[in-house]
């Protein structure tokens, strides 16, 4: 995803320890950055409907392609052609995707303890599981991907729909925690009733703030597993957070 700027910003607040039932995390900026890969996939959606890659890059993150061509190209806008596209990104660009720090250690760190948590994503299921695969990253066992609702981020729907995956983990009254990169991502884990911590991995300081997450750090390495209590809430320290110069 390249240098973000953080100028007038430092990652030196903290640390805060907190607890939280259970947990969501979106995928795409937040465990893995696929950002070439999805250029590319870009590239060649942008040749079919005859639209600059660059325009529609703009605008792109964080959302899924479906809503993407219906404003684009409405006579794409098929599960069957984003499906077949988006298959091919981890077939074929593979190599062009990272974890993002500190993603998979905590991950590991959650399913050591049988803490409850799964992934809320704009991409497709072929995409989501294509990756996961690539990577040889955890697989949740409810995953909640661009097919699980009828609109996408910022609409809360995906994260009303990954609490209720998970149960009473996440239900009425738990307190759940969600990572996001994407301004539309945090937006829709605010309007669901988590709490949120924003990754500055894709999009500028000022965009994340503007989404108003509840703590905001530069990758996942800024988040610790402490124990998990007696009740099964998880504990953890979130340090490194941003502060203004």
Known sequence: MGSIDTTGYSFTAGPETVSFDSFLFDMDGTIIDSTAAVEKHWEGIGNDIGVSPEIILQTSHGRRTIDMLKILAPEKATWEYVQSREALLPKLYGSDAVEIPGA????????AL???WT?????????????LKVLDLPVPEHLVTAESVQNGKPDPACYRLGREKLGESAGEGKEVLVFEDAPAGIEAGK????????????HSVEEVLSAGPDWVVKDLTQVRIVRREEDGRVVLEIGGLLVRN
């Open 104 to 111: 998979r250690s905590l991950l590991d760190s959650l399913i």
């Open 114 to 116: 049988s803490a409850p």
């Open 119 to 131: 992934i809320v994503t704009s991409g497709s299921l072929p995409l989501v599981s294509g990756w």
């Open 191 to 202: 309007a669901a009733g988590c709490r949120v911590v924003g990754l500055v991995t894709s």
